[in-house]
């Protein structure tokens, strides 16, 4: 979708948007229309009772005296109540109702407007990131359907007085959604397409002067030891990648911040197989991991103010002749060794050894990492907050409170020594799992073990990580969600 900016002007073709908050009287640009159509609009609004409010609409088609093809007016209630995330409603709904009436090519017309939470120019720029996240699809997989399915809207043009400081800001957040479509398009593919290898080969094009992309293959990952990585791995033909993104915009001897995903490509459980029912699913449990390549390349794209360093581990986990089995030991990186009780446990394997790997090389000054980690997780949260996890409080309270301003809410969980114990193994110094109960912490306690004093912070994204709704900024399927709320973080906290 392409948008544009000018001044305001009555547009001669197409359609047309006016935004009207409510208990607005016709004034501006809504005066101006009106006259045009000899009171049409006026009339339209009396009739149907349309006050403004959030979630009103009302569409005149063939305006008197217009060559256009309609006037959408759509409500966004109380201009005292107007924030960045209502901005974002505001702008996906928009999206929604002009693909819903086939609409391609529009005109917003946006008056000025005081009294509002944020200033005027970062309402409209939210509006338009609104519009942006709302209008995206997965379409590459469709051939005789295309057409039927795909969105019509193809260019927006967004008339408001004085577009330049929106212009600007619109320009350097939109590389923010540019990252979370990376990350949803990761999210979607399915896993014949996305492996462990063709994961590494995309993103290695995410290289950049500003940005290393290091692909370390089998034989390195062996070499380095990670056992617990590869135990996963070995029941698959598909084999392992472990990919270091290394962006470098902060000062030299500065620490890195530090980001770690889950990339399983495919969890099929191994032996311990799961219900076909919803397998499918799986080809998702690589979101993590596709959040740290969503979250890197947005850090490059806007050249932020830091040192991060991304790692994520690429695994398949599928049962065959060669696959783990339960009751298996595996020395991890770390040297400490785990007993695996059930194959299926295996985002705390791959991620035992990343967590490891990167503390240790890299000696980062924070290590956040995200995980579709535990089924468990979405009985207690649902698809609204991730789980989140921590060693540290003022980590726990920067991300929360990041989370807060993107609308990507993160509920934290206890970690305690009682529940550090229903992981400890007879034959090896861990577990792979708990007993009944509690099954986030345990896996969360797991991890934990792997971390030595770096402040640590532990997303489980299971239940966000794919959309079975729509939402007006998330479409139904992969949501991208941490891209955002992590950039918040690095924004708030690193780079002032
Ligand atoms: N990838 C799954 C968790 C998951 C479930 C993600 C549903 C998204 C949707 C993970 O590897 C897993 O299988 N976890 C098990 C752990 C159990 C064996 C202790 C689970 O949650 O059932
Ligand atoms: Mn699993
Ligand atoms: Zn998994």
Redesign the pocket.
């Known amino acids: 979708m392409k948008i544009s900016f000018s001044k305001i002007s009555m547009p001669q073709k197409h359609n047309l948007v006016i935004f009207v908050y409510e208990g607005q009287k016709l004034t501006g640009s809504l005066k101006k229309i009106d006259l045009k159509t000899e009171g049409q609009i006026s009339k339209a609004i009396k009739r149907s009772n349309f006050t403004g409010k959030n979630g009103q609409n009302i569409e005149v088609i063939s305006p008197n005296k217009m060559n256009i093809s309609r006037i959408l007016l759509i409500g966004i209630g109380d201009i005292k109540k107007q924030d960045s995330l209502l901005a974002e409603n505001i702008g996906g709904k928009t999206a929604n109702l002009l693909n819903k009436s086939k609409v391609e090519i529009a005109y917003l017309i946006m008056d000025n407007l005081d009294g509002m939470q944020i200033t005027f120019e970062k309402f409209c720029s939210h509006l338009l990131l609104g519009l942006r996240l709302s209008n995206y699809q997965f379409n590459k997989y469709l051939r005789n359907k295309l057409k039927e399915r795909k969105n019509s809207l193809k260019e927006i043009f967004f008339m408001v007085n004085n577009f330049e400081l929106i212009k600007k800001d619109f320009n350097s957040t939109s590389k923010i959604i540019d990252g979370v479509f990376l990350t949803r398009n990761l999210v979607s593919e399915p896993a014949n397409e996305l492996t462990p290898k063709s994961f590494a080969e995309i993103t290695k094009k995410l290289e950049k002067p500003n940005m290393k992309v290091e692909i370390l293959l089998p034989n390195q990952i062996k070499n380095l030891k990670m056992n617990a990585l590869l135990g996963v791995a070995q029941g698959s033909i598909n084999e392992p990648r472990v990919i270091v993104f290394r962006y470098n915009g902060g000062a030299k001897n500065e620490k890195p911040l530090s980001f770690i995903g889950k990339g399983?490509t495919f969890?099929s459980?191994g032996i311990?197989i799961?219900p076909s029912q919803g397998m499918e699913?799986?080809k998702?449990?690589m979101g993590g991991a596709g959040v740290v390549a969503g979250l890197m390349s947005c850090l490059s794209n806007r050249k932020a103010k830091v040192n991060a360093i991304g790692v994520v581990g690429l695994v398949e986990?599928m049962p065959s002749g060669s696959a783990q089995r339960p009751g298996d030991v595996v020395q991890s990186m770390s040297g400490q060794t785990i007993e695996v009780i059930?194959t299926?446990?295996?985002?705390r394997l791959v991620l035992a050894d990343i967590l490891w790997y990167t503390q240790k090389k890299y000696k980062p000054s924070i290590m956040v990492d995200l995980a579709?980690?535990?089924?468990?997780i979405?009985v207690a949260l649902g698809e609204k907050y991730a789980g989140l996890f921590s060693n540290d409080d003022l980590l726990a309270e920067r991300l929360i409170g990041a989370g807060k301003k993107v609308n990507e809410l993160i509920w934290r969980f206890p970690l305690s020594e009682d529940y550090d114990k229903l992981i400890n193994s007879q034959i090896a110094d861990v577990k792979n799992?708990g007993s009944r109960g509690a099954?986030s912490i345990t896996?969360a306690q797991f991890l934990q073990r792997f971390v030595n004093k770096t402040p640590w912070a532990h997303l489980d994204i299971?239940?966000v990580?794919w959309g079975n709704s729509s939402k007006p900024t998330v479409p139904k399927g992969g949501t991208g969600f941490g891209v955002r709320l992590l950039d918040q973080f690095i924004r708030d906290n690193y780079e002032k």
């Open positions: 399983v969890d459980g311990s799961k699913d799986m998702w449990d986990n059930n299926d446990a295996e985002g579709t980690l535990t089924g468990a979405i799992v099954g896996a299971a239940g990580t």
